[in-house]
């Protein structure tokens, strides 16, 4: 689900990217918040991180000590993406296994759907691996898949969600 934050975060300007004129530092700060911004990739509270909305304030920069950097705290609006619990979505497969497939979901690559989620479904190996289902399409590389999340979880070492889903309900599954 997209969602609507307000973040605030200190943006550190190094001493030597400052200049006299305040347009200057106005635009130093905000490549320094959009680089931050995609270096941080994602957040377990909201979800990955897709786009500045809108810059609301820039507050007093204070002097760091020891290195005479600026820093200015800034807050803005943002759009992130975070994939809940029981929630119905739409994902690409891009991997192919015995035991389930792996889909895309917006920035999350790591969306599995196990064989024991697909009823009727019967793993087809070969060069190409699919599923089939004698009642639905079958399930390749490429297809877009419409499924429930079961639950998610965040790897704070790779700032990347993971996710188990499902095919059982209603209106599930490939989308033709």
Known sequence: MFLKSQLSW?????????DSEGLMLQKAILIHLLEDFSAKKA????GYFMAITTLDRIGEGKIRQHTGDLIFPVDFSCITFKICPGEVLEGVAHKILKHGVFL???PTEKVYLS???MAGYEYV???????KSDKSPKIEKGTVIRFVVLAEKYDEAERDFRAIVSLDGDYLGPIS
């Open 125 to 131: 190996p070969g060069e190409n691996p699919i599923f």
């Open 104 to 106: 895309r979901c917006g």
């Open 43 to 46: 957040s377990k509270e909201i």
């Open 10 to 18: 200190n943006v550190v300007i190094p001493a030597e990217n400052l």
């Open 115 to 117: 064989h024991n989620k």
